[in-house]
């Protein structure tokens, strides 16, 4: 596994973000942005993916978004989907990154596509895993997975029991048997200190009818497992006209990057040399 290099840099109010990074300094820039839950992170999310861009000679960043991993964790706010892009893209910039390519799963779906509407000369293309924020909250909520999740998170007495049925449910049944009890602690590890309000109080937008304004070229994957965010959402990418490819995966649930790691990277940097 490529070494990893970790990075604070102070943003908004004093937060502070955490960026993991590794590859030539001189290599087009990849941010992966990990999705929400308790004890996510941009390492545990994604630590099957980023050798092999490492390898094809890119520069990866793995950050932890705000109220996750090793980045800031307040409480008493509004965890919402401008404050994770802001945050996000105040580090990026204050680690002197100047343009990118955005991979982006469920909530960091959502944040990547924020991004972009928000600094589309930052942005050169997106790849994005069951992105989150195309819908209203009440769909999402009514899905098997984050009902699991949000009801597991809220109790007080949040164990590695729990932990680990949110972490499977993540996943088809099929590769449940794959996902290791050093993957759940390293997890429960970080939840442990996360605060309620980072479910509880998340505040994201539907970001379905901006998707039109999206002019970058994206690469779109979906489990037709997925119990956290329905594949149907899809079709707002196709009606809004974007410039879209999709690929979508039987017997896979919500990490296509965890589940299918190799056919996802290979599929990811096929794309991306096609954009070079």
């Known amino acids: 596994m490529n070494d990893l290099t970790c990075r604070r840099h102070s943003v ?8 993991a990074i590794a590859g030539p300094e001189d290599g087009p820039v990849v941010v992966f942005l990990h999705g929400s839950g308790p004890g996510a ?5 994604f630590k099957g993916n980023y050798s ?4 094809a000679g890119y520069r ?7 109220g996750y991993g090793e980045s800031s964790m307040p409480e008493g706010i509004d965890y919402t989907l401008q404050l994770f892009t802001d945050t996000i893209y105040a580090a990026l910039l204050a680690e002197g990154i100047e343009n990118v390519v955005l991979v982006g799963n469920s909530l960091g779906g959502g944040v990547s596509m924020q991004m ?3 600094h589309p000369e930052f942005v050169s293309a997106l790849v994005l895993m069951a992105p989150g924020c195309i819908e209203e909250l009440p ?6 997975g984050i009902a699991l999740m949000a009801q597991a998170f809220s109790e007080p007495d949040f164990s590695i029991d729990s932990q680990r049925a949110i972490v499977t ?3 088809h049944p099929d590769f449940r048997d794959n996902i290791t009890d050093d993957l759940v602690q390293e997890r429960f590890a970080v939840a442990k200190r996360q605060p309620k309000d980072v479910l509880m109080r998340m505040r994201t937008l539907n970001l379905a009818s901006r998707l039109g304004e999206i002019k970058q070229p994206m690469l779109v994957m979906w489990g037709k497992e997925d119990k956290f965010c329905p594949d149907s959402g899809f ?13 979508s995966f039987s017997q896979v649930g919500h990490w296509v990057q965890v589940e299918r790691k190799d056919e996802f990277n290979a599929h990811v940097l096929a794309f991306l040399n096609v954009q070079s």
């Open 169 to 171: 449910a993540l996943v």
């Open 52 to 55: 092999a861009f490492v390898e």
């Open 139 to 144: 769909v999402y909520f009514s899905m098997p």
């Open 60 to 66: 990866i960043v793995l950050p932890d978004l705000l």
């Open 116 to 118: 972009t509407l928000d």
């Open 12 to 19: 908004t109010n004093g937060y502070e973000i955490n960026l």
């Open 235 to 247: 079709a707002h990418f196709f009606e809004a006209g974007c410039d879209i490819r999709a690929m």
């Open 41 to 45: 992170s941009g390492i545990s999310n």
